[in-house]
């Protein structure tokens, strides 16, 4: 991937969170993966896990197969899902990117966990990510996310019931 690409990707994650509409449409022809609004679900003192949402475009289709973070000692891709009437959270090994196709994680949906986090995080902080996507032919790349923290209504928010 080429070095601007990487440079315009940051400068994308740094605008997250924005209000629909404002995504960086320059962007697409370049970067392989755009990732819009990029949130995480800010904390209160003594909870030790959250979300991070976010909105994923692959130009040539991809898979989310990792992400990485130094806010918390593990960070999982987790899937939540209506099993028999009940909300149930699972991790999975990753998220299929079809090409062009925007692919959401969202509360109630798929969501980046993070586990034992380092510290609180408060509204406004931001959290650093690196995305670890595939491409079809099983080559990686990495990708820099700046997300947000937002304090997300407590029923549309993961955490809450979470199995941790
Ligand atoms: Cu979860």
């Given at each position: 991937m080429k070095k601007s690409a990487i440079k315009s990707l940051a400068a994308a994650a740094f605008a997250?969170?924005?209000?629909?509409?404002?995504?960086?449409?320059?962007?697409a022809q370049d970067a392989a993966l755009k990732v819009d609004d990029a949130c995480v679900r800010s904390t209160v003192p003594s909870q030790h896990a959250t979300g991070v949402f976010m909105r994923l475009t692959s130009a040539s289709g991809g898979r989310l197969v990792g992400v990485e973070s130094q806010a918390a000692k593990h960070v999982e891709i987790h899937e939540m899902a209506m099993q028999d009437n009940v909300m149930k959270m699972r991790q999975v090994p990753g998220i299929a990117l079809p090409a062009g196709q925007a692919v959401e994680l969202k509360p109630g949906g798929y969501h980046v966990m993070l586990i034992d986090l380092a510290g609180q995080i408060s509204p406004g902080e931001h959290v650093a990510l690196t995305l670890i996507v595939e491409d079809a032919d099983k080559r990686q790349q990495r990708v820099p996310v700046d997300a947000v923290a937002r304090p997300l209504n407590a029923a549309a928010a993961p955490a809450a019931g979470h199995g941790h």
């Open positions: 997250v969170c924005a209000l629909a509409g404002a995504s960086p449409a320059a962007l």
